[in-house]
């Protein structure tokens, strides 16, 4: 069974926090789903949804009310284990120079491929987690 992911990995830090966040989609042989995974300095989780709840156009993806971008970030998740409200504002992307992947870039069939989007931007907003407040 082979199985294919994508996932693009977002992570905001303060002088004093920590998060990254991780939307996915998930495809096999006979079953898609998407995911965002939430990982704190002290926590971690997965919230799985149908595949029908993720949008992607260009560089901003969507996975029910949760919006990744260029931009910046807005969660709204409720489960029972997990709550999240916030937004995120991204200032201006500093692309680097380089491809992140060096040679390994110029490999045909290789099964992971990364780029980097920014390396340093300004993070303004907030995200409480369970009641947790993550200010940026």
Not at 53 to 70: A, D, S, V, W
Request: charge should be positive.
């Amino acid at each position: 069974m082979q199985h294919c992911f994508y996932g693009w990995y977002l992570k905001c830090q303060s002088d004093t926090q920590t998060l990254a966040v991780i939307p996915a989609i998930h495809n096999t042989e006979n079953e898609r789903s998407c995911s965002i995974q939430v990982i704190t300095d002290k926590e971690a989780w997965t919230v799985t949804y149908p595949a029908d709840l993720f949008r992607r156009t260009k560089r901003n993806i969507m996975i029910g009310e949760n919006r990744f971008g260029e931009k910046g970030i807005h969660l709204a998740i409720r489960t029972p284990q997990l709550t999240i409200e916030g937004n995120l504002d991204f200032g201006p992307l500093f692309p680097l120079k380089y491809d992140i992947m060096g040679p390994f870039a110029l490999m045909p069939l290789m099964e992971c491929r990364h780029s980097v989007w920014s390396m340093c931007h300004s993070v303004r907003g907030n995200v409480w987690i369970n009641g947790q407040k993550y200010l940026f």
